[in-house]
């Protein structure tokens, strides 16, 4: 869990700084702000439920944790990179509409449900 611990932080790391690699006020720097935004509201829920994991010796939550890590790195990729982007223009007013990554943050959300769960 450790180590799941650590990719999770590096991940992090990498979201912080990807928005600075594209022009600014582009549509890829502000998705990637945006994802950036989105892992930091998930963040603190999943390290407190990892690190009670650890102290409480609930295995089960070790796939789990690896499963909600994946679910991220695809969720910041397709949001990123506007795959399933259905309002595409630049300018584009509002939430960008990915049905891909929605259903992708549902099933992260769905993991940490979980590792929650097995703590009770």
């Known amino acids: 869990m450790i180590n799941i611990i650590a990719l999770t932080i590096l ?21 990637a702000a945006k994802a950036l935004k989105n892992l930091s509201e998930s963040l603190p829920v999943f390290l407190a439920v990892a690190i009670l994991s650890i102290v409480l010796e609930v ?36 939430p960008d509409k990915q049905p891909i990554r929605s259903l992708v943050w549902i099933f992260s959300v769905g993991f940490l449900i979980n590792m929650t769960l097995n703590l009770l």
């Open 59 to 94: 295995e089960a939550n070790t796939s789990l944790a690896i499963y909600w890590l994946v679910a991220r790195l695809i969720f910041v990729l397709i949001y990123i990179l506007g795959i399933g982007l259905t309002n595409k223009s630049e300018g584009s007013q509002g």
């Open 11 to 31: 991940l992090y790391l990498i979201q912080l700084l990807t928005p600075n690699f594209f022009k600014k006020e582009s549509g890829y720097a502000n998705r």
